[in-house]
């Protein structure tokens, strides 16, 4: 106690000062309006700026939790808008709508004559092999391999890669390939010599596999060519999606009804 007093008298003068700023303090924003509006406005700053600095920290941490949330949830509005469609044009075929799973990019390559890319979901997520893979942008490939934990995608930059696709709009349709180089561009083949089709028409998957669903956008014409033979068309299309720059990806889980899978198990016979 003792030594409580010796403080206490040794530092008297500070400690006066400090009782008599505060009780200063008390009287000029307890009993002045302006001043304590003043005080409160200050204090609200500073306040407000350690929070949002706190906010933005602690957001920066949770990017990959809130992309994953987002990615899930545009997953789940492209199911309904793909049953909605098909509800649409056809009555008798809007039963579940079409199953998509997210799934991240962990390994890609886009330099090589053959391309591939990894995913951070297997079969027990239920991936399988043939299901086509797609980022908000347009069409990225095929599934080709799955494991439990991982999956490989043959890329639509693959030169054994071929997807179905067709002009926006019309019913002419061709097969999307990749002869290497340029790894944002491929090329539309085997196109009817009189598709109608200039350069700038945009192009989309056909829907006549289960692959992929109708209307996913795949990329733009960019030039046009008649082939030798006359008969059909060579279409360079630059690529919706960026192949070198791909984060999270849709899945498109649903794949052929067993009975059409049964009926092209007969004709290969």
């Not at 306040?47 to 949830?73: D, P, Q, Y």
């Not at 209307?215 to 919706?240: E, H, M, P």
Request: aromatic share 10%; charged share 20%.
């Amino acid at each position: 106690m003792r030594s409580l007093f010796d403080f206490i008298i040794k530092h008297s003068y500070v400690i006066l000062f400090l009782v008599l700023e505060t009780v200063s303090l008390v009287l000029l924003f307890g009993f002045n309006s302006l001043q304590k509006e003043a005080f409160m406005t200050s204090a609200n700053s500073v306040s407000g700026f350690i929070l949002e600095t706190r906010t933005n920290i602690s957001g920066f941490f949770s990017l990959g939790k809130e992309n994953s949330k987002l990615a899930a949830e545009n997953a789940r509005l492209q199911a309904e808008l793909f049953m909605l469609r098909d509800s649409i044009a056809d009555s008798s075929i809007a039963k579940s709508g079409n199953d998509i799973i997210t799934a991240r990019v962990i390994d890609n390559s886009i330099r090589k004559d053959d391309n591939y890319i990894t995913l951070n979901r297997g079969s027990k997520d239920g991936i399988a092999q043939g299901m086509g893979v797609y980022d908000s942008n347009g069409a990225v490939g095929v599934i080709m391999l799955a494991g439990k934990h991982y999956s490989i995608v043959l890329p639509v930059i693959n030169g054994k890669s071929s997807i179905s696709c067709k002009i926006k709009g019309d019913n002419s349709f061709g097969f999307l390939e990749w002869s290497g180089g340029d790894a944002s561009k491929a090329e539309l083949r085997d196109l009817p010599y009189y598709a109608t089709v200039n350069v700038g028409d945009t192009i989309v998957t056909s829907g006549y596999s289960k692959i992929f669903p109708e209307g996913i956008n795949v990329g733009v014409v960019s030039d046009v060519q008649q082939i030798t033979s006359g008969y059909t068309l060579k279409v360079s299309v630059r690529l919706a999606a960026d192949l070198s720059n791909l984060g999270w990806v849709y899945i498109n889980t649903t794949q052929a009804d067993d009975e059409l899978k049964q009926l092209w198990k007969e004709i290969e016979k």
